[in-house]
């Protein structure tokens, strides 16, 4: 019966905090292909589809996919492991669970806004999980051999979960390509060269394909942030990255939940402007007189 099963009360349990889940095929870490056979795409919350699904197999595992808002890192590697919580000891408090193979699966709240793609391999060792569309094993599931996944922080629901630390999230979202705006070099952090920036990052922005529309607004929006204590203003650069994202396509609660999240982390962070190199100097008279007036306007 699937209320004697450890497994259904495991995944009741999940799905009472918030989290949807689906079965395993018995020792195994995939979707259990007759009861969920499209997958993930499957995963409930609903009591009456887990107890039809653990009635039918009391033994099937439990895979947990966490909602869009909660990443879940997958350390494969314990070493990678090791490593990460040293350089941020605030994961320590995070809720965690160790897999048969001596990694870990840790669970963290993202920002609003902020979305990861779970392809980005930025920490050696580690994969990105959870945001609604990857699934880790959960506990209690046993596999073939007997080794378990085991809980060493108690999973809480989403919204009590930690922050992703910020030095870690940044590491998870790559800086972006130096631009190449085409304006009249300037000296030093002048208005005309913080606007020519701000404009050719939305022009990357703008010209975003689908599928990367959201990162690449996060990473010119840090970038911009890193213009701000230069001199930029943070409205008019809220305003013009969101234009800049309705043109490619974003929502613009999203886009405006992007962009502010970027600016503020990019203002802590300024940017290096390298001098402007130096136009050569107009032999002419009339060459140089000219050379002013472009400078005045």
């Not at 889940?21 to 795409?41: D, F, I, N, S, Y």
């Not at 870990?104 to 609604?132: C, K, N, Q, T, Y």
């Not at 010209?207 to 990367?212: D, E, K, L, N, Y």
């Not at 962009?259 to 802590?268: F, H, N, Q, Y």
Request: proline share 14%; net charge positive.
């Amino acid at each position: 019966m699937a209320h004697f099963s450890p497994y259904y009360r495991a995944a009741l349990g999940y799905a009472a905090q918030g989290y949807a889940v689906l079965p395993l095929l018995p020792g195994e870490k995939r979707p259990h292909p007759r009861l969920v056979p499209h997958g993930l795409k499957e995963a409930s919350q609903d009591p009456a589809t887990l107890e039809a699904w653990w009635r039918s197999c009391p033994e099937a595992g439990v895979g947990i996919l966490a909602p869009e808002g909660v990443l879940v890192l997958d350390f494969d590697d314990p070493t990678a492991w090791e490593g990460v919580r040293q350089e941020h000891p605030a994961l320590e408090a995070a809720p965690r669970q160790r897999t048969p193979k001596g990694g870990r699966h840790v669970f963290l709240r993202l920002p609003e806004g902020v979305r990861l793609s779970a392809s980005v391999r930025a920490i050696p060792g580690v994969d990105l999980r959870g945001m609604g569309r990857a699934y880790v094993v959960a506990a209690p599931t046993r596999l073939k051999d007997g080794r378990t996944y085991t809980w060493e922080v108690p999973l809480t629901p989403p919204e009590a979960l930690p922050p992703v630390p910020q030095a870690l999230l940044l590491k998870l979202l790559p800086p972006p390509p130096p631009p190449r705006p085409s304006w009249t070099p300037v000296e030093g952090a002048s208005p005309a060269r913080l606007r020519a920036l701000l404009e050719a990052y939305c022009h990357r922005v703008a010209a975003t394909p689908p599928g990367q529309r959201h990162n690449t607004l996060i990473r010119y929006a840090v970038a911009a942030g890193g213009l701000i204590p230069h001199g930029l203003d943070p409205r008019e650069a809220e305003e013009a990255l969101v234009g800049a994202a309705l043109e490619a396509g974003l929502p613009e609660r999203e886009a405006r939940a992007a962009a502010r999240w970027g600016l503020e982390v990019g203002a802590s962070r300024p940017l290096v402007l390298e001098p402007s190199p130096k136009l050569p100097e107009p032999r002419t008279y009339r060459g140089r007189v000219y050379a002013r007036v472009r400078r005045w306007a």
